[in-house]
């Protein structure tokens, strides 16, 4: 008997999963809410935010890029004058940030120096 309620309760599911499937609606709310968390997941979060953030970052990244010289329209181009731009600059530019590095290295150096000193263990 209680074989035969199983064997009814199976059937009625089974039947319930037919017409759900039917009606368009073959996933459960769990099946939803796991796909919906799959579908946040990709995206990084809320889809909108996303892509309202990829909107911003994308103007961010073209205003860098045309400051730099490059245009869209003719990327590679463009790509290939900064090349001759940077290679025409020649030495000059590494004179430039050899001295820079050198002003830095002056103060950067010793600090990380006596960071590493006072962080190393005490030997017996």
Do not use: C, E
């Not at 017409?19 to 997941?41: E, K, L, M, N, V």
């Not at 909108?48 to 860098?64: H, M, N, T």
């Amino acid at each position: 008997m209680d074989q035969d309620r199983a064997q009814d309760r199976a059937q009625d599911r089974a039947q319930d999963r037919a017409r759900d499937y039917a009606r368009g609606q073959a996933q459960s709310p769990q099946a939803q809410s796991r796909a919906h968390d799959q579908f946040q997941r990709f995206f990084g979060g809320p889809p909108l935010a996303v892509i309202g953030r990829l909107i911003l970052l994308s103007i961010l990244v073209g205003v860098i890029l045309a400051a730099i010289g490059l245009d869209p329209l003719n990327i590679l181009g463009s790509v290939r004058q900064l090349i001759i731009n940077i290679w025409t600059m020649g030495f000059g530019i590494v004179r430039w940030l050899w001295r820079y590095f050198l002003l830095g290295a002056v103060i950067v150096l010793p600090i990380w120096l006596l960071v590493r000193l006072a962080k190393a263990p005490s030997g017996r």
